[in-house]
Every structure is written in C-alpha cells, then in structure tokens.
C-alpha cells in the first residue's frame, strides 16, 4: 500500500481511537471527515462528499467537512440520529508547528452525554445507563442524566425480559454493556428499543465514587454504577461534581407497568405518532417548570404502591386544589424559576456565562415569596414543603454583589462584573474612566487654542486616541503642534506623545480589568460549585411542588375527585376515560360505573365494535394509575384498591419492530399477565384470540378466563366478540357478564356508549361496515351470509353455503367508470377501493375470510 501523507497517518492513528464516532478532524476553518466516515456523514447531513490525494500513488480519498463556526447544528442532528461524534482539535499553533499540527479528541459528544442545552429537550430526562449481567442471572441498570446530575440503579432479577420491560419508554439515549453483553441482547437494545451502544469492558472502582454510592451495599451494583461513570470520565474528561449520589430504585416499591401496558395505555407518548399529544402526559402536564415536567414523567414511570405515601400527595394536591387564588400565584411564582437543576450541571461541567448566573438569581430570589405562598394555603402537607425550601441566601448575596443585571453573552469581554466588588478592578476602571477624562479635557482645551470648533479626539483599534483636524481647517494649526499619523480623504489625523502615553495607561488598565473580570467570574463560578448539592436539594423540591400543584390545576379543569382507598372492592361512580374526553367535544362523552370486588372479580365485556368496550377497559388502567401517582381521578366518585401490577392486551397493532406477528403479541402479553399477576393485581384482556381461526381463538380465550379465574384471582376486565363466552358466567362464579348498549334504528346501529349488566344480544358489525359507508350491495350481501351462518350451528364458514353467485356485488352503473367500454377494469377497480376501504382491525377472523373469499371472486368472474 502506497504511503499516506504525514497528516493522514496522524489521522488514521486518531481514527482508530475512535472506530464507532464520526471524527470531527479540524484542518484550518473546516472540520473534516474522510473514508467511511465521509461517506456516512454525507448521506446523513445532506452535504457534499468531495475527494482528496491521500499520498504518492494513493487513491483519492473521500472526505466532507463543515464550516468549524457552523459545525454545532450538524453534531445536533448526527447526535439526535443516535451518532457519536469526536471532536478533535488543533492543539498547537499552525503558524509555529514544526511539521505537522498537533492534534488530539478533546471532547467525545454521545447521544447520552450531550449537555448543550441546544441538544436536550427541556421536559424530558436525557439518560446514559449501564447494563451489567452477573452469574446468577440477575441484571443491574444504572441511570444517570449527565445533565441533571441524577443518578439511580435497579437490580433487577426476573431475567432479560424484566430488563426490556424496565428499559422500555424511558427517555434513554445511550446504553454502556460489556462487549460479552450476547449479541441478541445487543441487538435488541439497539434495534428494538432504539438506543446508542456504547462499550466499557474494564470497570474499575475509583475512590472519587465513594461520596456517590455510600448506601450501595451490594457488589452488583457498584459494579453497574462504576461501569457508568468510567465511561463518562473517559469520555468527558471535565468535571463531574455535580453528580448526586446514587439512588436505588426498588422496584417492588412501586406499580409495575410492564412494556406492553406502558406502551397500550400511551401514558407518555401515543402508539402510532410516537408524540406527547394524546398521551395520559399530555392532559395532566399542567405543570410551570421544565423540572416540574421532568418529575411528572417520573412518577408516571412508576407509580406508588404505599397508601401513607399516596395519601400524602393527594393531602397536598386537596390543599393545591381549594385554595385556588393561592395556587395562581404559586403557579406564577414557579414560571419565574428556572431549570436549576440544569444550571446546576452547566456550573458544575463549567459552561454557563454570566447571563444563566442571573438566571440563577433571579430564581433564588424567588424561593422566600415561593415559600409564603406555600404557607398561605395553611395545609399541614404544604407547609412541610415549604419548610423543605431553604433559600440560598449566601449565594444570592454573592450574585447580587458581584454580577450586573444585563451582562452581554460572553465572559471573556468584561462588563459583567459590577462596581465596588473588588477594588483592584475599580482601580484600574477608575484609571480607564480618569484616562478618559483627561481626554475629554484635551479635546477641549486644543479646541480653544487652536480654534478649531471641529476638532475632535477619536479612537480606534489600530491607530488608537488620535486628534481629528478636517482639511478645511489644517492651516489653522500651528506648525509642529501634533505629529502626523494618518491622512482620510477630508481629514488628517494626529497624535502627541502626552496622548499617547495617557492611551498606554487606559488600555493596559482596560486589558487588566478584562482579564481580572474573568478571573473573578470563574471564582464566583467555583463558589457557585460548592453549594451545587443545595441547588438541587432545592430543584427537587420545587420540582415536587410543580407536579402536585399541576395535578390540582388539571384536577380542578376537569373536574376530576379526590379517590379514596383501603377498601378491598373497587367502585368508580360515573367514571371517564381522561384523554378521549379531553378530544371530544364537551360533554359528549358518556360516564359508567363499574365496581370490581372479591365476589366479581372477573368482568366479561360484549358490546359491538365501535361501541365503547376498549374505551371502558383503559378508563380503569388510567384512573387506577392517576389515582396511584397521587392525582385526582376523573369521576364523580371512587374507592379505588391499590394494583401491585397492571396487564394489558389490547388494541391491534403490529409489533414491527421485533418482526412478530399481532397474534404473537397478543399470547406473549397474555403469558406475561399469566406468569406474573397476583390477586392485587389488573388484567386487561381486549378481544383475546382475535388473530387465530375461530375456534381456535375462542378455546385459548375461555381457556385463559378460566385460568385467570382458578388460579390468579386478579381483577380482570375481558371483552370478547365471541358471544359464546357469555356463557361462562353460569360455570364462573366470580366472573359476571356486562355490555355496552347499542339500539338498532331503522336498521342503523346507534351507540350509546353504556354499560349495562348482562350479555349483548348481538354483535352489530354489519351496521358497522354500513356506517362506515361499504357499497350498499356488500352490506346486502353481508346480512345474506350472516342469516346463513346464524341459521347454522357452527361459528366456522361452511363455504358451500356461501353461494357468492346470488347477488350481483358491482352494480356496474353505480361504479364510477370512465370508461364504460372496460367494464373488467372498472371491477378490479372496485375490488382494490374495496380492498383499501378494508378495516382489517375490525374484522373478526371469519368476516375478513368472507371479505377475501368474495373479493377473489369478483376477480375471477
Ligand atoms: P370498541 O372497543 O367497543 O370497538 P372503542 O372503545 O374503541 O370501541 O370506542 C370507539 C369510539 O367510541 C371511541 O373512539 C370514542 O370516540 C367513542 N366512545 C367510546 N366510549 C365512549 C363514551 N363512553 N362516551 C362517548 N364516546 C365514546
Ligand atoms: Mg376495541
């Protein structure tokens, strides 16, 4: 191989430091990429790919670059496409480098570990975690928010599926394994749940962790925590202080939402936009803070299990919602605070100016009128709040002493710190300010000597202080009285030694006092440093105060109750789905009640499709969820039992990412509830068995309520189309029959969205596809066969019976055809708007047999 050229060997050598990021390789105003590296980055930022010499005989490479000024915005988008980027940097000065320029990575940007404010978003955690597996077959997760400073650890040891189950949905950007991690495994966290490998094999436990993980007693989680953090020092290679010491997660200790409820009951983002909007966060979000935000979605993570601790909250969000002139203003207070907890890690990593110490004072400042709100609603569980709050007066005297109000952007061009702060810089700004002063007096006294009303005294970077005469004027100057310097088109220019020496003077007390501004701020700043742990003591205060307040404030909005707990039977007066009435039109969604106990703990649901029967299950799901978090529920009132775990099986969409088919899903989310449900646990079947022949999904669908009902005693909310299964409620003595109502009109279905006792009568589906808007002769032919098969015991198609010949299904004249000499096309036609018009979701396995058979059938004709 021919010989690379000096700088691409230095390249090549810092390269395979860095197999797995796009190496920023800084070369004059650009940063460049070459090879792969090129090739990828030019595809994924939408740049040019060009090509350079490598050496004698080299092919040429292919290389892109990005203006150096501009380079920010496509780190951002390779970062947010789940990249790694090194920036690596000139670290000599070009102009004295003896061969070529030294250069080194001096920053690792991970998806993970990203803390430009510019790259995160506000409401949301950006999580690094650390997966380790040990012989015994448990795994430990570490988090950490690099941003934040968080830090917390889960063991968990119900084996690889817990572990997806706990990583699913939580807003982590990058994941560090060891390289033994199994491939699968590896496969999986990228793949499936969409995070940033990253690789630690040595894990080394340093001293500098000791502060963190004091109350780690356990070996596998120091292993996991030390895992995490040698990463990110390896990578960071800046201060890390304001990380908070580890906190472990018990799982136990909370509501155990597996991945396919958090995902069914969208509770932070929708199934199919992926997005917040329509999400049980998306109604109950009302809080003012970012941190508040953040906190929120916590708590939706995981919600509470321990009744003091729930009634604790709902106590503060009672006091929140009746004192409601008081929790304006808190609310109006806590818009005026701002991230602390970020500003804490920006100080900490050394990247904030004086502006965000502002910021910071500003929020301080606001914690004493924070607190005497709190205490004006006079509740025991707010006051504690309050109490909690304890405001930084020391930094806030020092910001107030030191900083000025409007400071510019930039710390290195002075004007940031105020007067009478430090006296050696009022020394030199009194020498800048007397200098000047001189100057002004110069100006004065040679205007009067000379006579010259224009002359002026101007300054600038190259010449500095000089005396403008224009040329109308020069021969009123004396001869030899100044010493030329410049000569303008209209003016001439000139200095004095007396001059001069006074611009000495002003500029070295200017160049001083810049420098000393400097100093001085990054001596407050590491002031600041030390009370960092305060600082976040107080943002997770503020943040808890956030939440509660915002759940008193979507409470009152919607008129949600305050639920009550310690009964052992659940009951919910007029309850309501939270999203699908807050996307209604007011007061068009229809309450139900429903009550779960000992006796009937099992509800079999019939309804037809479109009526409500998925709407009713999620209801519960959600309700039980807010009330556990400490909200109020929307009802008009609730006892509600305290779920150890909630299941869920509903809705019909694809698991594409893992490439199995609905019906795989549906029987590994009903062997997850199987296999893990107690009698304080919530199952939600929704029309199980769907995604098989009939009998075969209605055996596996008695068989599994059966089950349930035998042996696991949960409280189960099932709905079926098998109307057979009604009859279960004769051979099941907890199991009790409801369904949503439905009246036929003038051969219209009309729903009614309630939920009586008993079975439903029929199944509707036709009236259905005939709201829908179906051609009229499918509807016809529909009702054909459906008479045909109920005249029939079995619930399987006997396609003799299923004569398709007997009605014409495209009435030529009422399709669309523009040209009528094809009729064959104007039926295929038909067949793929059919076809189109399918929803295949709404079908039962027999209906979508019906629909293809007849569909082929038309094609053949
Ligand atoms: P099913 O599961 O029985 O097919 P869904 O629960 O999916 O029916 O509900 C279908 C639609 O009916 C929902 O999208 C909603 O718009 C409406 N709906 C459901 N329940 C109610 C209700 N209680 N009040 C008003 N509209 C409802
Ligand atoms: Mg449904």
Redesign the pocket.
């Known amino acids: 191989m021919a010989k690379l050229t000096p700088m691409m060997e230095q390249y090549m050598k810092i390269k395979a430091e860095y197999k797995d990021a796009f190496l920023f390789y800084r070369l004059g105003d650009f940063y460049e990429l070459f090879y792969e590296d090129a090739i990828d980055a030019a595809r994924e930022l939408e740049i040019t790919l060009t090509k350079r010499g490598g050496g004698k005989g080299e092919s040429e490479i292919p290389m892109c670059g990005v203006p150096h000024h501009s380079a920010e915005n496509y780190i951002k988008t390779l970062i947010e496409k789940g990249y790694k980027v090194a920036i690596c940097e000139q670290v000599e000065d070009p102009k004295t480098a003896k061969g070529v320029v030294k250069r080194e990575v001096v920053q690792l940007i991970t998806p993970g570990t990203v803390m430009e404010s510019n790259m995160l978003k506000e409401g949301e955690n950006n999580y690094i975690a650390s997966l380790s597996h040990f012989k015994d077959g448990s795994y430990v997760i570490a988090y950490n928010d690099l941003s934040t400073g968080e830090n917390y650890l889960a063991l968990i040891s119900g084996g690889w599926d817990s572990v997806i189950h706990e990583l699913f949905n939580q807003p982590i950007r990058e994941i560090v394994i060891s390289s033994n991690l199994p491939e699968e495994m590896q496969h999986q966290l990228k793949e499936r749940l969409n995070i940033t490998l990253s690789f630690q094999d040595e894990v080394t436990f340093s001293a500098e962790y000791r502060s963190l993980s004091e109350n780690l007693n356990d070996e596998r989680l120091m292993k996991a925590f030390s895992r995490l953090l040698n990463y990110i020092q390896d990578t960071q290679k800046r201060s890390l202080d304001h990380l908070q010491p580890a906190e472990v997660i018990r799982l136990k200790d909370h509501l155990s939402l597996d991945m396919y409820s958090k995902r069914n009951l969208e509770l932070t983002e929708t199934i199919i936009k992926k997005g917040k909007h329509g999400s049980l966060l998306w109604v109950l979000d009302k809080t003012a803070t970012a941190m508040g935000s953040r906190m929120l979605k916590k708590w939706l993570e995981r919600p509470l299990l321990d009744r003091n601790q729930i009634e604790a909250r709902l106590e503060a969000v009672e006091g929140f919602y009746r004192g409601f002139m008081e929790r304006d203003t808190l609310r109006e207070v806590l818009r005026s605070v701002y991230d602390l907890e970020r500003l804490a890690g920006r100080i900490a990593f050394g990247n904030v100016n004086a502006r965000d110490l502002i910021q910071l004072k500003v929020s301080l400042e606001k914690i004493p009128e924070l607190k005497n709100t709190l205490e004006q609603f006079q509740v025991k569980e707010l006051s504690n709040l309050a109490e909690q709050l304890v405001y930084p007066e020391y930094l806030v005297g020092l910001l107030d002493a030191s900083l000025v109000e409007n400071p510019p952007m930039s710390i290195k061009e002075g004007s940031i710190i105020k007067t009478g702060y430090n006296e050696t810089l009022d020394s030199y700004r009194d020498a800048s300010k007397n200098g000047k002063t001189w100057i002004a007096e110069l100006e004065q006294k040679e205007r009067e000597e000379t006579n010259i009303k224009s002359l002026k005294i101007g300054y600038n970077r190259v010449f500095g202080y000089y005396i403008e005469v224009t040329k109308a004027n020069i021969h009123l100057l004396p001869e030899g009285r100044y010493e030329r310097k410049q000569t303008l088109t209209n003016a001439e220019r000139y200095i004095t030694p007396e001059l001069k020496e006074k611009e000495v003077l002003i500029l070295e007390a200017e160049e001083k006092s810049v420098d000393l501004e400097y100093t001085l701020f990054i001596e407050i700043r590491e002031k600041i440093k030390k009370h960092i742990p305060e600082l976040q003591q107080l943002a997770d205060v503020v943040s808890n105060i956030d939440v509660l307040q915002g759940f008193a404030t979507v409470s009152e909005e919607n008129n949600y109750k305050r639920p009550r707990f310690g009964n052992s039977s659940l009951m919910i007066k007029n309850g309501r789905?939270p999203v699908?009435e807050r996307v209604?039109k007011d007061g068009?969604?229809?309450?139900?009640d429903i009550s779960l106990d000992e006796d009937k703990h099992i509800l079999l649901i019939t309804?037809?499709?479109?009526?409500?029967?998925?709407?009713?299950m999620r209801q519960l799901a959600l309700t039980a969820i807010m009330g556990q978090i400490g909200c109020f529920v929307p009802c008009e009132e609730a006892d509600l039992i305290i779920f150890d775990q909630i299941f869920t099986r509903i809705g019909a969409a694809d698991d594409l990412v893992s490439g199995q088919s609905t019906f795989m899903v549906e029987m590994l989310e009903a062997k997850h509830a199987i296999a893990n449900a107690t009698d304080r646990s919530l199952i939600l079947l929704?029309e199980i068995g769907r995604g098989t022949s009939t009998y075969d999904g209605m055996a596996l669908a008695q068989a599994i309520v059966e089950y349930i009902h035998n042996n696991i005693h949960a409280k189960t909310l099932f709905?079926t189309h098998y109307h057979e299964l009604t009859a279960l409620e004769d051979s099941l003595s907890n199991l009790k029959n409801i369904h949503?109502r439905a009246e036929e009109n003038e051969g219209t279905v009309v729903?009614l969205?309630q939920i009586k006792e008993g079975a439903a009568d029929q199944s509707y589906g036709i009236h259905v596809a005939k709201l829908a808007e179906l051609p009229d002769a499918l509807i016809e032919r529909a009702s054909v066969i459906l008479q045909q098969l109920e005249s029939d015991d079995k619930p399987t198609p006997n396609t003799e019976k299923i004569e398709a010949g007997q009605l014409s299904f495209f009435v030529e004249d009422k399709v669309p055809v523009k040209n009528d000499k094809q009729p064959k096309l104007a039926k295929q036609h038909t067949v793929v708007t059919e076809l189109k018009d399918l929803n295949l979701f709404e079908l039962t396995p027999l209906e979508a047999m019906n629909e293809l058979y007849r569909l082929q059938k038309m094609v053949k004709q």
């Not at 068009?588 to 139900?592: E, L």
């Open positions: 789905h699908v209604m068009s969604f229809v309450p139900n309804g037809p499709n479109m009526s409500g029967k998925s709407t009713y929704d709905s949503v729903f969205h």
